[in-house]
């Protein structure tokens, strides 16, 4: 005797390619992208007619080497975006992918479609990372065209020790950079997750991901703190640099990375756990 009801198939609801183009279309999301499409030539207007601008090769910041070639002003722009606008993007796709659905009062809707609550959260958070990856990717790949047509294409130049490094031979590594930055981001995600599925407020979720990078980066300036600082969410957000050295280093990397999917892991893994249990009255 079935126990459903006929042609219902609970793997085939909520296709991805639904939820694909339903966040698409969200204004936030065509905001957000055209921002950080925008940063890098915002830069470059800001490097190429700023009061400041004196092309000072001779430093070894990575700010003044900025204008060296495209690789050295994508790596500028990554730089500066990583520690706050591309936090607050992922944070803004993972944390209010529930929470705005809560928030309209079509959450329990969806539920009552049915979709499994599992299968709804699955694919809520593959889409969500999906365009957070996205958004990580589209800075500093926009920044590398934007680099090249202004400062052209010539090898990187190391900061810190001046150092030469052929183009060709670092494309790879600026490709392993992205990656990072990706993963480096997964904490982000997971935290903003975890309090969009625990409350009906996005503002809230997105705002909540975001002040724990800002107190994590504050705490991670306390020396007092020793070894402690290593197991922060923030502490390994620029190991990336190491990357591009002319012999590189993938130590800090690699802790990085297993910092970064282990607070991940635990905090979706929580995130399941607590929308499993949740009473959706909204």
Request: proline share 5%.
């Amino acid at each position: 005797m079935s126990t459903g009801a006929i042609g219902y198939a609970p793997g085939h609801t909520l296709p991805l390619r639904v939820e694909i183009i339903r966040q698409f279309k969200r204004r936030r999301t065509l905001v957000m992208f055209g921002l950080l499409m925008a940063l890098p030539w915002i830069l470059v207007i800001a490097f190429q007619f700023g009061p400041g601008n004196n092309n000072n090769q001779n430093s070894l910041r990575l700010s003044d080497l900025a204008t060296a070639g495209g690789l050295n002003f994508a790596a500028f722009a990554l730089s500066v975006s990583a520690s706050f606008l591309l936090v607050v993007a992922v944070a803004l796709f993972c944390g209010d992918t529930v929470a705005s659905e809560a928030n309209w009062s079509s959450l329990r809707y969806l539920l009552a479609a049915p979709i499994p609550r599992d299968r709804l959260l699955r694919q809520k958070l593959i889409v969500a990372l999906g365009y957070s990856a996205a958004a990580v990717t589209v800075v500093p790949l926009m920044a590398l065209l934007a680099g090249t047509i202004v400062f052209g294409w010539n090898d990187i130049t190391v900061p810190g020790t001046g150092e030469s490094i052929p183009a060709g031979d670092v494309l790879p590594k600026f490709a392993i950079v992205i990656g990072y930055a990706m993963v480096s981001n997964l904490v982000v995600a997971a935290v903003a997750f975890l309090l969009s599925v625990s409350t009906d407020s996005p503002l809230g979720a997105v705002g909540g991901a975001v002040g724990l990078v800002i107190v994590s980066s504050i705490l991670q300036a306390v020396e007092a703190l020793g070894g402690l600082r290593e197991f922060l969410p923030t502490f390994w957000n620029t190991a990336w640099l190491d990357a591009l050295a002319p012999v590189p280093d993938y130590s800090g990397m690699i802790k990085g990375v297993a910092v970064a999917l282990t607070y991940a892991v635990i905090l979706i893994a929580f995130a399941f756990r607590r929308f499993r249990r949740k009473d959706v009255v909204s």
